[in-house]
């Protein structure tokens, strides 16, 4: 890919190559992309008739996908693989998500969601009451982890009666719907938790890394992806947010730069003098909201 020899070819071609060197294929890193979910039904049921194996059901789906690119994970060619769910295997880990679920009515809470979407503007919708319970959960703590145990008692305080059951099987029952919901792509499994704030400080604090790049309006943030920032007063303030600040210090620094003609407050600000305060302080809240919800906020 960013070699000077970069000759393509199918993905079943890759897993005999690897086959013959003593190899074996596990999965893609992002593996919701490959399974039949991922597609239409009508698709998938084809494919399924179709392949005699897992390997060719991916191959069957690169094709209906027109996938160019994999980043897949092998192994020694010994190893039993078995991908079952099991409880110790996730129960060390946090859970994260970026879905948003998607309020019908007006006065609709997100205790009322059944339909969510992801970041990619795909919609879903679940029946299931503890699927519901987790990712309303992990939708409120956007873009926070969360551990297993802690998922559990948070999903036990707002499931319905039903729910109320010993720790142990409710762990089970959640252990099932995060595996799920994994391999459907809408939930990520992480080692380790992210370092995101659950709130807006008082003294706001970006990354490092987001400060130093903010000026390219192209900035990473605590999950490892691009955040694009249109909004060149935005990525001014982002530069500055080191926690040596309070919300009335950035408006001072806000209104300098305006005045000094170091930054313009924006298109829909324009009209705006730098002495309109509260407008600048609507402006900021918007800005600091959008920045938490990136997962640019220490």
Do not use: W
Not at 49 to 68: G, K, S
Request: charged fraction near 25%.
């Amino acid at each position: 890919y960013m070699a000077a020899n970069n000759d393509p070819f199918y993905f079943n071609e890759f897993a005999n190559a690897v086959h013959a060197h003593g190899l074996q294929y596990i999965c893609d890193a992002d593996q919701a992309d490959f399974e039949l979910d991922a597609i239409s039904p009508k698709a998938a049921e084809k494919i399924e008739a179709l392949a005699e194996n897992r390997l060719a059901t991916e191959q069957y789906i690169d094709f209906f996908n027109n996938t160019v690119f994999r980043r897949s994970l092998v192994c020694h060619d010994g190893i039993a693989l078995d991908s079952d769910y099991q409880l110790g295997r996730i129960e060390h880990l946090f859970a994260a998500t970026d879905v948003m679920p998607i309020l019908d009515m007006p006065e609709s809470t997100v205790e009322d969601a059944r339909a969510f979407k992801t970041l990619n503007g795909r919609r879903f919708s679940t029946e299931h009451p503890l699927a519901q319970a987790v990712l309303r959960e992990l939708s409120s703590l956007k873009p926070c982890s969360i551990t297993i145990d802690e998922l559990v008692d948070a999903v036990r305080q707002a499931a319905p009666p039903p729910m109320d059951e010993d720790t142990k099987a409710l762990t089970e029952k959640v252990g099932h719907v995060l595996y799920a919901l994994f391999f459907n792509g809408v939930v990520e499994l992480l080692a380790a938790g992210r370092r995101g704030t659950a709130a807006i400080s008082d003294n706001p604090c970006a990354s490092p890394i987001a400060r130093q790049m903010a000026p390219s309006q192209r900035v990473t943030n605590l999950c490892h992806r691009t955040i694009v920032i249109d909004d060149e007063m935005a990525c001014f303030v982002l530069s500055h947010l080191d926690g040596t600040r309070n919300q009335e210090a950035l408006l001072d620094l806000m209104q300098e730069g305006v005045r000094s003609g170091r930054v313009r407050r924006g298109i829909q600000n324009d009209n705006a003098s730098a002495d309109d305060r509260e407008s600048m302080r609507r402006q900021l809240a918007s800005i600091l909201k959008n920045f938490f919800r990136s997962g640019l906020l220490l």
